[in-house]
């Protein structure tokens, strides 16, 4: 048996719903599936899924994956990576010319120190809140290259998953981020521009696991 998280909106807010299944072992694409039609299963009588990642059957999902959305023709992935400051180096600017794979398994990201903020075009985030800098570029991401067909299609939506995403090993993940995404359409009809100030502010008030 695994457990893995679903997002989802509740009350105006973004909320985690814990979700047990049967993991089928191993690390092929269709065992991956798997795993997500399992998951999936669990959750289909409270409310439609979409997997967010490359491992989804979904068109809408597999390009809302980090490892597909961009930034500047950038991959989120390598901005995410190549933001990251240490205490020992950083950021390391040249991630944002190799794949997304590469990025994130260059080894100075894990042999430069403790991470002590991030920055994006100049501008620094600090480390808490803990996914506001992977959700600010992921909104980001979405907002440049998402379009209205695709945002009313996320509607649909009651849950969203990732099942690369394990709480143990990470903190960041493309389903919480795209549940922000939702919300900002819902409350907005639209992706507004909004200021770091502005985003930070919406941020703590919705994000709230």
């Given at each position: 048996?695994?457990?893995?998280?679903?997002?989802?909106?509740?009350?105006?807010?973004?909320?985690?719903?814990?979700?047990?299944?049967?993991?089928?072992?191993?690390?092929?694409?269709?065992?991956?599936?798997?795993?997500?039609?399992?998951?999936?299963?669990?959750?289909?009588?409270?409310?439609?899924?979409?997997?967010?990642?490359?491992?989804?059957?979904?068109?809408?999902?597999?390009?809302?994956?980090?490892?597909?959305?961009?930034?500047?023709?950038?991959?989120?992935?390598?901005?995410?990576?190549?933001?990251?400051?240490?205490?020992?180096?950083?950021?390391?600017?040249?991630?944002?010319?190799?794949?997304?794979?590469?990025?994130?398994?260059?080894?100075?990201?894990?042999?430069?120190?403790?991470?002590?903020?991030?920055?994006?075009?100049?501008?620094?985030?600090?480390?808490?809140?803990?996914?506001?800098?992977?959700?600010?570029?992921?909104?980001?991401?979405?907002?440049?290259?998402?379009?209205?067909?695709?945002?009313?299609?996320?509607?649909?939506?009651?849950?969203?998953?990732d099942i690369e995403f394990n709480p143990e090993r990470s903190i960041n993940t493309q389903s919480k981020a795209v549940c922000f995404v939702q919300l900002i359409y819902q409350r907005f009809g639209e992706l507004p521009d909004f200021t770091i100030k502005q985003f930070t502010a919406l941020h703590k008030v919705i994000v709230k696991c």
């Open positions: 048996m695994a457990q893995r998280p679903a997002f989802f909106i509740g009350n105006g807010v973004i909320c985690k719903k814990e979700v047990d299944f049967e993991w089928a072992p191993g690390f092929s694409a269709s065992q991956k599936k798997k795993n997500v039609e399992r998951m999936h299963e669990q959750l289909s009588a409270s409310g439609e899924c979409l997997e967010v990642s490359t491992k989804s059957d979904v068109s809408l999902g597999n390009r809302l994956s980090a490892f597909n959305l961009k930034i500047d023709g950038i991959a989120l992935e390598n901005w995410f990576q190549a933001g990251k400051v240490f205490e020992l180096g950083g950021p390391y600017t040249d991630l944002l010319t190799v794949s997304p794979v590469e990025a994130k398994r260059d080894e100075r990201l894990r042999n430069s120190g403790n991470l002590v903020k991030f920055t994006f075009n100049g501008i620094d985030f600090p480390l808490e809140p803990k996914t506001l800098f992977y959700d600010f570029l992921y909104y980001q991401a979405v907002r440049r290259t998402a379009t209205v067909k695709d945002l009313e299609e996320l509607l649909r939506y009651t849950y969203f998953t």
